[in-house]
């Protein structure tokens, strides 16, 4: 399973990127590669057990979709 916060887009604004990039709908930020493999739960990875992010935004009371 993948973080229900993780999107990918292939614009931001007025720029367009040639490849979809992650982004946080959390921090509402795109994130680098390695942050990406672990929202994608890669390489036994879990986003629950391994993201900050993730953990903080959940125990503060934010929505888990």
């Known amino acids: 399973m993948t973080c229900p916060y993780l999107e990918y887009s292939e614009r931001d ?3 367009s990127f ?3 990039r992650a982004f946080c709908t959390v921090t509402g930020e795109f994130v680098q590669p390695m942050r ?3 929202c994608n ?3 036994a990875l879990d986003h629950e057990r391994d993201c900050e992010i993730y953990r903080a935004h ?3 009371g934010g929505e888990d979709e």
Do not use: M
């Open 13 to 15: 604004g007025e720029r």
């Open 18 to 20: 040639d490849t979809a």
């Open 36 to 38: 990406a493999d672990i």
């Open 41 to 43: 739960d890669r390489y």
């Open 58 to 60: 959940v125990e503060s």
